[in-house]
């Protein structure tokens, strides 16, 4: 279901998939996010949580994206959404300037995603070609995190990503706040 830009709330229907709008990837817009779009985005970081089994995970809202991305001199993320026609949110991406002691500045891919009934049409490669486009004038260098057993890893290796766990041995580690915490006692 896609955020209606005029909307507070997520446009349904009880129409067949695309009836009540025939979508046409030449109608799917990719834009720098705005503030307001943080609503439809949250909604759908939570959907993508759900997706990866970890709902619980999500412990920010919209006005926090809201705070971080917009309303600082240093936003924390940049964000692009995929949209139809200026008026329906169907995905997004977030990514943010990270450095390397090795590359210098590289791009790192936060999230990427689309509305399910709008996967397989081309919106996610076109979001994740935004961001790519973006990596490859600025860093030369795009990297990102994905889990093991989502599909989209058979279409990262297509085009060239490389899994650097199995060919380079790299683990990403995390320290929590419960582990951060306990440093400190």
Same mark, same amino acid.
């Given at each position: ?5 005029? !909307? ?7 129409k067949?998939?695309?009836? *009540? ?7 799917? &817009?990719?834009r ?6 943080m ?28 705070? *971080? $991305? ?5 936003p924390?993320? /940049? ?5 139809? *026609?200026?008026?329906?949110?169907? $995905? ?6 990270c450095? !390397?002691?090795?590359? $210098?500045? !590289? ?23 935004? &961001? ?5 004038? /600025? /860093?030369?260098?795009? *990297?990102?995190? &994905?889990?093991?057993w ?11 990503? &490389?899994?650097?766990?199995? /060919?380079?041995?790299?683990?990403t580690?995390?320290? $929590?706040?419960?582990?951060? !915490?306990?440093?400190?006692?």
């Amino acid at each position: 279901m896609p955020f209606h830009r005029n !909307s507070p709330a997520y446009f349904t229907t009880n129409k067949g998939l695309h009836d *009540d709008y025939d979508i046409e990837m030449t109608n799917v &817009v990719i834009r720098p996010a705005r503030k307001d779009d943080m609503v439809a985005v949250f909604g759908m970081i939570k959907k993508l949580a759900e997706f990866e089994q970890m709902p619980e995970q999500v412990i920010i809202d919209e006005t926090v994206l809201m705070k *971080d $991305g917009f309303e600082t001199n240093s936003p924390a993320f /940049s964000c692009y959404v995929a949209e139809i *026609d200026n008026t329906y949110i169907i $995905g997004y991406a977030i990514y943010y300037t990270c450095y !390397s002691t090795w590359r $210098g500045k !590289s791009i790192f891919l936060e999230d990427i995603y689309i509305e399910p009934e709008y996967r397989k049409l081309g919106a996610g490669k076109k979001l994740f070609m935004a &961001v790519a486009k973006l990596a490859h004038e /600025s /860093s030369h260098r795009l *990297d990102f995190h &994905v889990l093991a057993w989502n599909p989209a890893v058979t279409f990262y290796k297509k085009i060239g990503a &490389v899994d650097l766990t199995e /060919s380079e041995e790299w683990h990403t580690f995390r320290m $929590g706040e419960n582990a951060l !915490s306990r440093l400190f006692e």
